[in-house]
């Protein structure tokens, strides 16, 4: 069975950090692109970042630039995504997906998905 398990999430301060990290079961992620997503109450899921699968092209959207790092360990069949200087607005459950194609952060593009882990920013 093909899955995606996202980990890492939790509570944090203003201004804190959390590494999230997306694991995969059933196949391994060295062939996809990644992208992570996340959705926040009563909004629409929103692209974050996405890393190729050769780990050679990243993006990230102009709201976590600067903030958040993604990438990759091939050996461990990871994908991480560092975020730093949280904001509350980063508030969201964080979802990694997996996708045949170039990096981008259209999630119509993407194939497997993860259950996702809670993010919270408060103080």
């Known amino acids: 069975q093909l899955q995606l398990v996202e980990s890492g999430g939790g509570l944090v301060q203003p201004g804190g950090s959390l590494r999230l990290s997306c694991e995969a079961s059933?196949?391994?992620?060295?062939?996809?692109?990644i992208g992570w997503f996340r959705q926040a109450p009563g909004k629409e899921r929103e692209g974050v970042s996405c890393?190729?699968?050769?780990?050679?092209?990243?993006i990230y959207v102009d709201s976590v630039k600067g903030r958040f790092t993604i990438s990759r360990d091939t050996a461990k069949n990871s994908v991480y995504l560092q975020m730093n200087s949280l904001k509350p607005e980063d508030t969201a459950v964080y979802y990694c997906?997996?996708?045949?194609?170039?990096?981008?952060?259209?999630?119509?593009?993407?194939?497997?998905w993860g259950q996702g882990t809670q993010v919270t920013v408060s103080s």
């Open positions: 890393i190729s699968s050769s780990g050679g092209s990243t």
């Open positions: 997906a997996a996708a045949h194609y170039r990096c981008s952060v259209n999630a119509n593009n993407y194939i497997y």
């Open positions: 059933g196949f391994t992620l060295n062939y996809y692109t």
